[in-house]
């Protein structure tokens, strides 16, 4: 069944403001990671987050965790237009042994110059 | 450097042939996946193998096969080729189950 669940889908913002995305996901974890895909590109890995951390930053972004409401936020600061792309989050779910990473469906995130 | 490489990047192809597709990461890492991304950006994990061990999803049709003939590569057969098996297919590589990963390029595959 699916793990994470973005929100929203779709996010349209003018550049230079922040963007907020938001990842649920039903069952416990060791950590969370948010990639990033280009269009027509692969995956590219930009912050882990474990469970037992609350709040991560690098560069420009924010990522937060909340165990107890099994979600996360990535909020991207001062938007550029090369910040369009999809965002996907991914969860290691605790137990899932060498299963792998499971994907939500994204948000599509279009930066309008 | 191309950290985690994949061939070819486009494949078409009739229903029915076998195809494969090769990986290669040069990461020195323990573990290796393959995902399909559907038409609708939705990434499903099809195989990890880690250390010989290979894990697959139960949902995957035993017409793909992962082939590991050393530890920086995993290759993706496929057999019977159908219709709905057109997507792009993700190569990924971690040195723990669990970590960061890394991505290939991606292959794109159809079906016709």
């Known amino acids: 069944s699916q793990q994470g669940e973005e929100d929203p889908q779709a996010l349209s913002i003018q550049e230079g403001e922040n963007a907020t995305m938001n990842c649920s996901y039903k069952?416990?974890?060791?950590?969370l990671q948010w990639y990033r895909q280009n269009s027509g590109r692969g995956l590219v890995h930009l912050i882990l987050?474990?469970?037992?951390?609350r709040e991560k930053h690098s560069g420009r972004l924010r990522v937060t965790l909340d165990t107890s409401k099994k979600s996360s936020s990535l909020l991207i600061t001062a938007s550029r237009a090369a910040d369009t792309a999809s965002y996907f989050c991914?969860?290691?779910?605790?137990?899932?042994?060498?299963?792998?990473?499971?994907f939500g469906k994204g948000t599509h995130l279009i930066i309008q110059p | 450097d191309t950290a985690v490489s994949q061939t070819p990047k486009y494949l078409v192809t009739q229903m029915g042939n076998d195809k494969s597709i090769k990986c290669e990461q040069n990461?020195?890492?323990?573990?290796m996946y393959w995902y399909k991304q559907d038409s609708k950006k939705f990434l499903k994990i099809m195989f990890s193998?880690?250390?010989?061990?290979?894990?697959i999803n139960e949902t995957v049709p035993n017409r793909f096969s992962p082939k590991s003939p050393d530890k920086a590569h995993l290759n993706l057969h496929i057999n019977s080729l159908e219709l709905g098996d057109s997507a792009v297919y993700f190569c990924?590589?971690?040195?723990?189950?669990?970590?960061?990963?890394?991505f290939g390029p991606g292959t794109r595959l159809t079906v016709l």
């Open positions: 990924a590589s971690s040195q723990d189950p669990g970590d960061e990963q890394f």
């Open positions: 069952t416990s974890i060791n950590n």
């Open positions: 987050i474990r469970s037992n951390e």
């Open positions: 991914a969860t290691d779910e605790l137990g899932g042994g060498a299963d792998g990473l499971t």
């Open positions: 990461l020195g890492h323990d573990t």
């Open positions: 193998y880690n250390n010989k061990e290979l894990i």
